[in-house]
């Protein structure tokens, strides 16, 4: 079983900036696509940013040029760093990782909280 594990969420006035962590269980990445999602209230969960074992990143189109995914490898953890942060922004934010050949396969953290007040 995969453990992630979040932190780095909190109140953030608009136009401010967070790095959310993803600390995992995972000795290495190289099986697997490391992802953020998000879910407001009311709403679906949705994909937010993701990245390849070959640093391939994908972003969804609202956040694109405000947020970067990254990971390091050496201290097995996922990051995202927001950048001018709107609110709808505002979320509980999940670190996910998936079995990049067997996408049915995959794991959640337990999620994170960020507020962006309007």
């Known amino acids: 079983q995969v453990q992630l594990v979040e932190s780095g969420g909190g109140l953030v006035q608009p136009g401010g900036s967070l790095r959310l962590s993803c600390v995992t269980s995972l000795t290495s990445f190289s099986r697997y696509t490391m992802g953020w999602y998000r879910q407001a209230p009311g709403k679906q969960r949705e994909l937010v940013a993701d990245i390849t074992s070959s640093t391939i990143t994908n972003y969804a189109d609202s956040v694109k040029g405000r947020f970067t995914i990254s990971t390091d490898n050496a201290k097995n953890t996922v990051y995202l760093q927001m950048n001018s942060l709107k609110p709808d922004d505002t979320a509980v934010y999940y670190c996910?990782?998936?079995?990049?050949?067997?996408?049915?396969?995959?794991?959640w953290g337990q999620g994170t909280q960020v507020t962006v007040p309007s």
């Open positions: 996910n990782a998936r079995v990049t050949i067997i996408p049915t396969i995959r794991y």
